[in-house]
């Protein structure tokens, strides 16, 4: 094929086929130039682990471990691999419905680019003409697109970066010059934006079949390269991601699973299901209660579990939008019978449109500060001395009593029942409510005091809707080195909040089983407020966490109302002010 002009589509966080404007303009354009389009997605070795991509268990991988910095875990766990896995064969389906194809390969993003345009160069059966791919924001992504483009430019090869569509307002419309203008107040950001909030950009369409220039011949495409060979199942593709992250126990004394609890998040990866679920919540009626809902800790449907689509591209911000608006409107006569429907924006509408807004506020702060993002010291760059770890603890404590906290608190065995439910929640299901996170974030930066990028990453390694600026700036938040006004003055309660948001118990007993047998709720918030007695009868005496919590707060309630005791955690008023979000 020596009159072949190939186009290399990179994908990375982009994994839709629908408002896909680099598909959309390879749909359209009469005059892009290019014969066929390769999609290549690469699982990326410095994200997470590829080991089990070789067959041979006695062959050693070229690449570290991927794990994180400061914690030791792995940067990518088994429940996002598993969902990424989802999302990556749907995507491959969803391509080949549309007359193209999707090459899947294992190694560093660049030395993958820089391999394939020599290898496609050498054997000469076809050309390549150009790499496209889309922006992302964060210190590897941007090394990867300098590697990529360096490839590139070794190559004789165009390089195309794209904007990242995938968010409420596009970067081509904000008011802002430069970066450096973004406020560090997200109200103030809000404020600025606000009459663009409801007027995204219009939804592209999904390409129609043959519309896409065709695949180019599978034999005309370099091989992945040794030692790793790439799966041709989604059950073997799972299996090879999960491999080596079962070889390791994640913690030392994992909990069991509790005896007939439902995971809050049982949903499958990819397009397909997105759209799916975005439709469920409007004709359900789910979308017009999640103002008043979205605190919720158990159940499918109290918040909407569109976050893990949105953090992987497979749903973009202004498909939500545009839903919501044909529902508001009363466009879309599938939505008819619900209520509401065409009396325009509601309080639950208007909500998700917050958090929309406030996703895309993290990612622009992740652009405005870059490395500073994983600094113990934060936005703010200060106060470093006040964290501890068991490379530094504090003065009267010790290295491995700094170590002893940490490992309760990912075993979830704290003694703080809010605390320790959502904290084994996270590690069964990958999953935990917006709630449940702010509280775990102000517990262990706040009380314990603990480094808290030991929590960032312990998130980045277990959940499954993990979103690089979400999560990083929200830990910076509730940890008071991020862009928090109040920054150490907003202290969550972890009791008070149980009280106000779990007033029964129930959330906690479904995931620390042990508390079942009690019926006090502030028994099951703090169980070491049980009597010695009680604690025989229930099967609760001898267990550390409860004779030994890392925390205890004096905190009552009686028929007149709260009355907080004096604690450290009683100050600032624990409802986060409604920022610290955009998950969930």
């Known amino acids: 094929m020596p009159d072949s002009n190939v186009l290399i589509y990179l994908l990375r966080r982009d994994l839709r086929v629908s408002d896909n404007p680099i598909l959309h303009s390879l749909a359209t354009s009469k005059n892009h130039g290019f014969t066929h389009v390769l999609p290549l997605y690469v699982f990326s070795a410095q994200q997470l682990e590829v080991k089990g991509f070789i067959p041979d268990s006695n062959t050693r991988s070229p690449y570290r471990e991927a794990r994180s910095k400061v914690g030791g875990f792995w940067r990518t766990g088994p429940h996002r691999v598993s969902f990424l896995a989802e999302c990556i064969w749907d995507l ?9 194809g999707l090459c899947v390969r294992v190694g560093m ?3 993958v680019v820089d391999d394939m345009l020599r ?11 150009g790499v496209w791919m889309v922006e992302e924001e964060g210190v590897e992504e941007k090394q990867e697109e300098n590697q990529v483009k360096k490839a590139c430019r070794d190559a004789d090869v165009e390089f195309k970066i794209w904007t990242d569509e995938k968010y409420l307002i596009d970067d081509r419309d904000l008011p802002l010059t430069n970066i450096d203008e973004l406020s560090d107040i997200f109200t103030s950001y809000r404020k600025t934006v606000e009459p663009l909030r409801d007027h995204p950009r219009e939804v592209l369409p999904t390409p129609s079949k043959g519309a896409l220039p065709p695949f180019p011949p599978k034999d005309s495409i370099p091989a992945q390269r040794s030692p790793f060979i790439i799966p041709d199942t989604l059950d073997n593709l799972q299996s090879s991601l999960l491999k080596p992250l079962s070889a390791h126990d994640l913690v030392q004394n994992p909990p069991s699973y509790p005896e007939s609890t439902k995971s809050a998040h049982p949903f499958l990866g990819g397009e397909t299901q997105a759209q799916d679920r975005l439709n469920y919540l409007i004709t359900s009626g789910n979308i017009t209660t999640y103002h008043s809902t979205r605190n919720g800790l158990l159940g499918h449907d109290f918040s909407t579990k569109l976050s893990a689509y949105l953090a992987l ?5 202004r498909q939500i939008h545009s839903s919501l ?8 006569p599938s939505y008819s019978s619900v209520s509401g429907f065409g009396a325009g924006q509601n309080d639950g509408t208007k909500s998700i449109r917050f958090e929309l807004l406030w996703r895309d506020y993290m990612r622009l702060c992740t652009r405005k500060f870059g490395p500073k993002l994983f600094r113990l010291s934060g936005f703010k760059a200060e106060g470093e001395e006040r964290w501890n770890s068991p490379s530094r603890p504090s003065p009267g404590s010790s290295a491995a009593e700094v170590k002893s906290q940490i490992e309760r608190f990912l075993n979830g065995t704290t003694g703080m029942g809010l605390i320790d439910a959502s904290l084994r929640e996270m590690y069964h299901t990958g999953y935990t409510s917006n709630r449940a996170r702010q509280n775990v974030a102000s517990f262990l930066a706040k009380h314990l005091k603990i480094d808290w990028r030991i929590g960032a990453e312990w998130y980045e390694c277990m959940l499954v809707d993990y979103d690089l600026s979400s999560n990083w700036g929200n830990w910076q938040y509730l940890a008071g080195v991020g862009n928090d006004p109040r920054g150490e003055a907003r202290i969550f309660n972890p009791v008070k909040q149980a009280f106000d948001y779990d007033p029964n118990g129930d959330y906690v007993k479904a995931w620390v089983p042990e508390l079942r047998e009690l019926s ?10 049980v009597r010695e007695e009680r604690r025989k009868e229930v099967g609760l005496a001898g267990l550390d966490w409860v004779e030994s919590p890392l925390l205890k707060i004096n905190f009552t309630i009686n028929r007149r109302g709260r009355h907080p005791g004096r604690s450290r955690g009683d100050r600032g008023n624990g409802h986060g002010g409604g920022h610290g979000r955009g998950g969930g």
Do not use: H, M, R, Y
């Open 109 to 111: 993003v660049g030395d």
């Open 325 to 332: 608006l044909s529902f508001e409107d009363g466009t879309n």
């Open 313 to 317: 591209g497979c749903l973009t911000a």
């Open 119 to 129: 290898k496609i160069d050498a054997k000469g059966e076809i050309k390549v003409g």
């Open 92 to 100: 491959k389906e969803g391509l080949e419905k549309a007359g193209s």
């Open 520 to 529: 006090e709720p502030a028994e099951v918030f703090q169980a070491w407020t």
